[in-house]
Nanobody
């Protein structure tokens, strides 16, 4: 079992940047495909980005493509989400998640494919 803890959220002005981190403990992060999801206020949870075990493969939601970058450091057991050019629609609680599944692109946009979740970190973008 792996435990995930997100950090790096906060309040930022529109157009600004934040970098979220997700630190894993309990098992090596390299065992998992890692994803980021978010839940805007009053809405359902949605996929943001996913990265393969070795970092060679990534996939992004259309709404963040070109603005967000997912990366990982398996030595540090940490996954990152660099978020640039933020806008009010990016306001949400952001969650990282770990999956034991194979990295198969679009299938990992579904939250049900993930086995472990962090507690979330709030990102608020003021316009």
């Amino acid at each position: 079992q792996v435990q995930l803890v997100e950090s790096g959220g906060g309040l930022v002005q529109a157009g600004g940047s934040l970098r979220l981190s997700c630190a894993a403990s309990g098992r090596a992060l390299s065992n998992y495909v890692m994803g980021w999801f978010r839940q805007p206020p009053g809405k359902e949870r949605e996929f943001v980005a996913v990265i393969s075990r070795n970092g060679a493969g990534t996939d992004y939601a259309d709404s963040v493509k070109g603005r967000f970058t997912i990366s990982r450091n398996n030595v540090r057991n940490t996954v990152y989400l660099q978020m640039n050019t933020l806008n009010a629609e990016d306001t949400a609680v952001y969650y990282c998640a770990a999956s034991r599944a194979s990295f198969d692109g679009s299938q990992l946009r579904r939250g049900s494919r993930y086995d472990y979740w962090g507690q979330g970190t709030q990102v608020t973008v003021s316009s």
